[in-house]
């Protein structure tokens, strides 16, 4: 199983990527284009998986779902956050069933 440092390793690079040139970072670049370069690719990573879905080709799936959490991922870093800020919101939701938490705000 692989664990998630594969994770804070990519965003220890994202973060350093601050510094690099456009032209020799594709993170730089986007970083450099500014958030909404940075949006639209999360769009257009999107619309890939779901076209990968559709396609049931298991692999193109999983490289799309890799492309999605990549752009995501710069998304984040564009904001300052890590994916341990997200993975934080999921472990704080362990266990509190989906219908059971929309059941919980109907009651507000
Ligand atoms: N995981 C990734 C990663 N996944 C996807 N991509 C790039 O994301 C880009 C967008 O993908 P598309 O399929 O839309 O291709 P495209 O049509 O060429 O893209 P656009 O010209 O439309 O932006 C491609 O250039 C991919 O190579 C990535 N680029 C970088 N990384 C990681 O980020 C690190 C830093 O990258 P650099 O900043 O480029 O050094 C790398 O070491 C990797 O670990």
Known sequence: MIDTEVLSKLADTLEARREATSESSYVASLYRKGEDAILKKVAEESAE??????????????????????????LLAHHGLRPEDVLMELRRREGISGID????RQAE
């Open 49 to 74: 998986v779901l076209l990968a879905s559709k396609d049931g080709d298991r692999l193109h799936l999983v490289r799309e779902v890799a492309d999605l959490w990549f752009h995501t991922m710069v």
């Open 101 to 104: 938490e929309k059941a919980s």
